[in-house]
């Protein structure tokens, strides 16, 4: 039951980080949208709406969404391969 629960809070877990991840899209889609509005209405020169559009997307939504949606890159047969050797190795050493 135990292994259940655990199970059911990282599904919660994972569900809600997903949640906020499309929040953030959204939110930052919204304010690039605004940011360009602004440039049109202004003064339509250099364009400066791509500073602040670049950095938040490259250097929070990408990793961000990386992180979620790939993990570290851990599968479920690398996880149990590790767990073999581990085992493997605490049987050898208590001989």
Do not use: C
């Not at 990282?10 to 929040?23: C, D, E, I, P």
């Not at 570290?72 to 391969?81: C, L, P, S, T």
């Amino acid at each position: 039951m135990e292994a259940s629960n655990d199970l059911r809070d990282q599904a919660v877990k994972n569900l809600k980080a997903k949640q906020s991840f499309k929040f953030q899209v959204i939110t930052w889609a919204g304010v690039s949208i605004f940011l360009i509005a602004i440039w049109a209405i202004a003064d339509r020169g250099f364009f400066w709406p791509i500073i602040p559009i670049a950095a938040w997307g490259l250097f929070g939504l990408v990793p961000q969404g990386w992180r979620l949606y790939h993990g570290d890159g851990m599968n479920e047969e690398q996880i149990q391969k590790e767990m073999d050797r581990i085992n493997s190795d605490l049987g050898s050493g208590s001989s």
